[in-house]
């Protein structure tokens, strides 16, 4: 029963939504001591809980091929299909990242390709570290926006086979999506108005030597300087 799909849950992508995650790895986490412990149980409100005690996230590691409860969290979000809202709100959660990576790794396998990218792309602005369960067993850093550049551009992330999505140009064209506009381009576009108006100011200068150049140097005063000069030499 504790491994059984919500009843009230939807089918995603034409199945059910724990067969997302190939059988050999849902085996594993449910033998698992974390699932079995902490997991069983849980329910959407309850799960946010659990979610904030995480310190890494991660596929399965080990010679054995163990779980980390990341992954093991995942499952338990496939198998109760919280409402969108609630994973939106995991994915906006600024104080608990992993919260937030567990929330953009639910959403990628679930959600349409619109709101992937529409939830996850803001995401490349986050830049802090985040620690990773390797397959040795060892931990590693990596960063937020590296842990979602692998979800919108690799095809599997903690041993699970990503959902194709479109190409974000594919989807630019067809009028679902609107251009990227990157955090920077602002202030790119600052930096080239302020070069701008230092230019013009920089040409108004130019011009305006420039005239008095010409005005100190007019004809008429060039021809009473040469009568002068010749005068002066008779």
């Not at 309850?46 to 890494?56: I, S």
Request: proline residues 4%; charged residues 35%; aromatic residues 8%.
């Amino acid at each position: 029963m504790a491994n059984r799909t919500d009843p009230t849950a939807k089918s995603i992508r034409g199945t059910n939504p724990q067969n997302l995650i190939e059988k050999i790895v849902r085996s594993k986490i449910y033998q698992h001591t974390y699932w079995k412990e902490h997991c069983f149980g849980l329910t959407a409100e309850t799960l946010v809980d659990k979610a904030m005690e995480l310190d890494h996230v991660g596929g399965t590691f080990g010679g054995n091929r163990k779980p980390a409860p990341f992954l093991c969290l995942v499952l338990k979000m496939l198998q109760i299909q919280p409402e969108k809202d609630i994973v939106v709100e995991f994915i906006k959660n600024e104080d608990y990242k992993y919260v937030r990576v567990l929330g953009a790794f639910y959403l990628r396998l679930t959600g349409t390709d619109v709101d992937v990218y529409r939830y996850l792309e803001p995401l490349y602005n986050d830049y802090r570290k985040v620690r990773r369960k390797l397959p040795d067993g060892s931990y590693g850093l990596t960063h937020m926006d590296e842990v979602i550049d692998e979800l919108l551009t690799k095809d599997y992330s903690c041993d699970i086979a990503l959902p194709r999505i479109k190409k974000r140009w594919t989807l630019e064209s067809l009028g679902s999506l609107d251009l990227r506009k990157s955090a920077l381009e602002d202030d790119f576009e600052e930096e080239e108005e302020k070069e701008e108006n230092e230019q013009l100011v920089d040409d108004q200068d130019d011009g305006a030597d420039e005239k008095d150049h010409y005005r100190g140097r007019s004809p008429v005063r060039d021809r009473e300087r040469r009568r002068r000069d010749s005068h002066r030499h008779r």
